[in-house]
């Protein structure tokens, strides 16, 4: 294994790492409600998107890895899989613009336990929670774009701004992942409620 995550992050060649393609696997998403299903929540207790009125900002993303552990074999040559560190300081640094623009709450959301979640947002002091689909349920019952690796099913990146229960805008494939968080934020301003 190797590729493991530097305590402080560095900037990230994207041109060296495989662009991810459309691929046409969130195509189906605009439109649908999302499922009434509980999430974990690193703030504790469970998040039920469903149930939240307003504009909601998810955005999606495959793993965060931690401190002193390797990544898995050949993560960054899999199309999209690198960056999810990126990604999440980037929905930090813009999250009072995304409210201000008309988001009510951001979330992040990952098949990871909510364990190793917690341990990211606190290390990257996230001002939001991250929600935890370990069972997919929430995966399936969307059937977002996942990719297997090591007898895991990791969630593709993405973003989704979902209002009152249904999705409105999908941002997919997120790349530059840490570009992601300004895409939405550009088209909370361009679409207000």
């Not at 969130?26 to 998107?49: E, I, K, M």
């Not at 969307?142 to 090591?150: D, G, I, N, V």
Request: glycine share 8%; charged share 20%; with cysteine.
């Amino acid at each position: 294994m190797r590729g493991v995550l530097q305590a402080n992050l560095q900037q990230v060649d994207w041109s060296a790492l495989p662009k991810p393609d459309d691929d046409g696997a969130a195509r189906h998403l605009t439109g649908l409600r999302v499922p009434d299903h509980a999430l974990q929540s690193t703030s504790g207790g469970a998040v039920n998107l469903s149930a939240l009125a307003g504009r909601t900002v998810l955005y999606i993303y495959p793993m965060t890895g931690q401190p002193g552990v390797a990544l898995p074999d050949g993560w960054d040559e899999i199309p999209g899989a690198r960056g999810c560190t990126p990604q999440s300081c980037a929905f930090r640094d813009h999250y009072a613009e995304l409210l201000q623009a008309g988001a009510a709450r951001v979330f992040g959301l990952s098949s990871q336990a909510c364990a190793d979640q917690r341990e990211a947002a606190g290390r990257l002091h996230l001002p939001f929670a991250l929600l935890s689909d370990a069972d997919l349920a929430f995966a399936r019952a969307l059937a977002l774009p996942a990719f297997s690796l090591q007898h895991r099913v990791l969630l593709k990146r993405m973003a989704l701004v979902i209002d009152e229960a249904v999705i409105t805008k999908v941002f997919y494939p997120a790349f530059p992942p840490d570009q992601n968080a300004a895409d939405v934020l550009a088209w909370l301003k361009d679409n207000p409620i």
